[in-house]
């Protein structure tokens, strides 16, 4: 089933383009030593409030679909998943591939192909060409199992099981340490709890989907979270921390995708707000979101292989507008082209 929500795609728009100004600044840092890394929006945090926005919108169909049928189709759920995310995935591995010539291990192979490039990214050994495709792994791996939690858990009891798969995977880290420090004292395993856990989070994922269930369901805790007061808070600490590069130590993206959630079910969805927070521009972006982030690595590659770029001024802007021009255009077309081949077959697939 389809629909519409509201201001969502800008919400993917403002994301996409964060991503994309935070790996420039990275790739400046690299090259000349000096950049504004430092003072951009965490990507990291754009790629967070990216899980926020899909958790939401999935638990909300999936409820939606239940709500309606009695049931959900988890076949038909995997076949619109594969339709929409294997295609661009698997052309980014092979173009990637060829326009850099780049031959991975193979064990690098294995895990881009199994859709596991988080696993890959976590020990050290990443798609090095692209290496943004790990949070594509996160998604996967987490709507393997959140469809049959849908299928299985009862309405009434879909908050509670929510809320403490959100805490369970939050402190899940925290417990890893805490057992290795007093057990077996190994470096090595530190090391990959805190690279694993660092990307793999899908307690942020959860978050959205608490609250896109919440939503579909009109919950009573909605009531609460359309608290303007509230609103106006999280929405003021999410501006502060994340444009500020405030942080926590410790639950941080946690922090963010609760304050993301917060603002995005009301901007979407709260008519007592009424805001319209889109426009024909961030419609447009929001909805090539999927291709500006699958593709802006190998614009940056290109620029700065073809492209005489220097740490100047002009040179710097002259870099922001080939990046995100290009970007922006291949997106399109590859929407306009490839993508829509297979976003018209994922009609098969809805009920």
Known sequence: MKQRIKNLDTFRAIAAIVVMIGHIELFRQNNFGTSLFNYVPSGHTAVMMFFVISGFLISFLLTKEKQKFGTISVKDFYGRRVLRIFPLYYLVLVMSSLFFKAMPEGRVIAFAATLLPNVSHAIGCGWSVSPQIWSIGVENLFYIVFPLLVLFTPTKRMIPVLSVLIIGLALLPHTIDYMNIRTLQSESLAHFNQKFFYCNKFDSIAIGCLVGFAYACGHKMINILYNKWLFFACALLSVILWFGNIGTKHFNDELMSVL????????????????????????????????????????????????????????????????????????????????????????????
């Open 260 to 351: 993301f959630a917060v603002v995005i079910l009301n901007v979407c969805t709260n008519e007592r707000m009424n805001i319209c927070f889109e426009n024909s521009l961030s419609k447009f972006l929001g909805r090539i979101s999927y291709g500006i982030y699958m593709y802006h690595w190998i614009i940056l590659l290109l620029a700065f292989k073809l492209l005489p770029f220097t740490d100047s001024a002009f040179s710097t802007f002259c870099l922001y507008g080939f990046v995100i021009v290009v970007t922006v255009l291949v997106a399109w077309l590859s929407f306009e082209t490839y993508e829509k081949f297979f976003l018209n077959l994922k009609k098969r697939f809805e009920r």
